[in-house]
């Protein structure tokens, strides 16, 4: 059977959510960037600026069950363009701030913002686009997760060094709000039945299934080793590695652009691989869980070996982070189904990123404790580890749960 491929105007809607997803990673990672000024600014300790950096998580966590209910029950399309502005007017505001109450509160609004994208992902690719095409589908999506950071480090790193941090905030926030018109032009039609007659998972059906918690425990290690180099990374290669800002900016620009393109090519690959006979199953797993185990080791032992080699092996482990997210959002797709997608997407959302509150603060107390980063590496390792025992053994065959009577038994 000849595969077909995605409909034009689904391929804009990629772009779109590529391109937000990008906003996303660039506004959420852009305080990290500027951790080594705003820490001698602010005359912070290293628990201090850890604390700053993770509040952030503490609303984005906390609300995604909520979001993931608001997208199941109203027009998904909506519902991301009102997070989606709300994000970009606090990432504006926070270039006009002064105090560290009110950069707190920024941090936490930018966080209820940008809570709802997620789910909104993952429902409006549940909806729109089928198994052969959620490969390339979520890795448009993993692309600008990774190009985000690339660029907030690349570019935003070196426009931090020569103008200072807060005007790229405000130009950078008030230039994502033009993002909102094309979307607006090009959101897709298609919505689900409401959720309250259809069927949807109860919470307490959801949490029965093992494949559920494998895939909540799946992305909080995934996303652990994310945050810890999101939001230490810039300061570790400044102040421990003593690379300049450009120097930081161009290390983390490259390996961040080179992530997006191994996963655009993994995302590619899955689904041709699936496409030719294989099973989701085998494609999904090896694929997610492969990638995560080899980020985890190239970025814990990047901390024991001497400069040139210890950029390596973070580029390597933030390639490999990349290839592991392309397929991450596609096992939920399928398992939860166009139904239950936004409420799946929303809890193992909350779940995956309470890493974003632990990863930032436990590194802090490390680097206060031992006044170095070597434990901080291989906690890391160790919790990637962890993560891909989930993906490849936790979580059952890759296929859409039969929701109501039969979920008990899948679960079993």
Not at 164 to 178: D, H, I
Not at 240 to 258: N, P, Q, T, W
């Amino acid at each position: 059977m000849q595969r077909k491929g995605i409909p034009a105007a689904l391929v804009v809607v990629l772009v779109l959510l590529g391109l937000s997803v990008f906003i996303n990673y660039v506004d959420r990672g852009s305080l990290s960037i500027a951790a080594p000024m705003l820490k001698d600014e602010l005359h912070l300790t290293g628990s201090e600026l850890g604390f700053l950096l993770s509040a952030f998580f503490w609303t984005y966590a906390c609300l995604q069950p909520f979001a993931g209910w608001i997208v199941d029950r109203w027009n998904v399309n909506w519902v991301f363009a009102a997070g989606f502005c709300l994000w970009s007017v606090a990432t504006a505001a926070t270039g006009i701030i002064h105090a560290f109450a009110a950069l707190l509160a920024l941090r936490l609004l930018l966080g209820v913002g940008e809570s709802i994208a997620f789910p909104s992902y993952s429902k409006i690719i549940a909806l729109n686009y089928s198994e052969e095409h959620r490969g390339i589908a979520n890795a448009a999506v993993g692309s600008g997760l990774v190009l985000g950071p690339g660029f907030g480090m690349l570019f935003g790193g070196m426009l931090m060094g020569r103008f200072g941090w807060r005007p790229f905030f405000l130009v950078l926030g008030l230039a994502s709000l033009l993002w909102l018109i094309p979307w607006i032009a090009a959101m897709p039609k298609k919505q689900a039945p409401p959720v309250s007659s259809a069927g949807a998972p109860s919470l307490l059906e959801f949490i029965a299934l093992r494949s559920a918690w494998g895939t909540c425990l799946g992305l909080f290690a995934g996303n652990y080793v994310s945050y810890f180099l999101i939001t230490w990374l810039p300061f570790y290669l400044v102040r421990e590695r003593h690379f300049s800002m450009d120097g930081m900016a161009k290390i983390g620009g490259v390996a961040y652009l080179l992530s997006a393109l191994f996963g655009l090519a993994s995302g590619w690959f899955a689904d041709r691989w699936i496409a030719s006979g294989a099973s989701p199953t085998l494609v999904r797993k090896t694929i997610t869980g492969g990638g995560l185990a080899c980020s985890g080791l190239f970025v814990g032992v990047a901390a024991f070996l001497p400069a040139r080699a210890c950029v390596a092996s973070i580029g390597l482990g933030v390639i490999f982070f990349g290839i592991a997210a392309s397929n991450l959002w596609a096992i939920t797709q399928t398992l939860a189904g166009p139904i239950a997608a936004g409420r799946w997407t929303g809890f193992q959302n909350f779940v995956g990123n309470l890493s974003g509150v632990a990863a930032p603060a436990l590194t802090g107390y490390v680097l206060d404790r031992t006044g170095h980063f070597y434990w901080a590496f291989i906690i890391t390792t160790a919790v990637a580890l962890a993560g891909t025992v989930c993906w490849l053994f936790v979580i059952g065959p890759i296929e859409q749960v039969s929701w109501g009577a039969k979920a008990k038994a899948q679960s079993a």
